[in-house]
């Protein structure tokens, strides 16, 4: 092994061309869900929903992350006292980014 360069990236799981196409089964599937506890007013997945948005932090400077969005907008749904505290939390830790960066 002395000498011999690493490759960061072997064993990543991802091969080129498919981690768009993961990604964006992954992305249908919070919505879809976010979507149903939304419906339900399922204040029980207040929880589940803050801890996606925390999920992404860091990420959605540029472009807002569907994810967070999905969950957010079913946070709204949802309503109440738990879910305006998640908001608040989420805001408060900048999970979620409240306004581009330059």
Not at 47 to 73: D, K, N, S, Y
Request: aromatic share 2%; charged share 25%.
């Amino acid at each position: 092994m002395a000498g011999a360069q690493l490759d960061l990236f072997a064993g990543s799981g991802n091969r080129l061309g498919t981690g768009r196409r993961a990604h964006s089964r992954s992305e249908a599937s919070h919505r879809v869900r976010a979507t149903e506890a939304g419906r339900r007013r399922l204040v029980g997945a207040v929880v589940a929903l803050e801890a996606l948005c925390r999920r992404f932090r860091g990420f959605g400077a540029e472009h807002p992350v569907p994810e967070q969005t999905a969950a957010l907008e079913t946070l709204a749904e949802i309503g109440g006292t738990e879910a305006a505290r998640a908001v608040k939390r989420i805001a408060l830790s900048e999970a979620v980014p409240t306004r581009p960066r330059p």
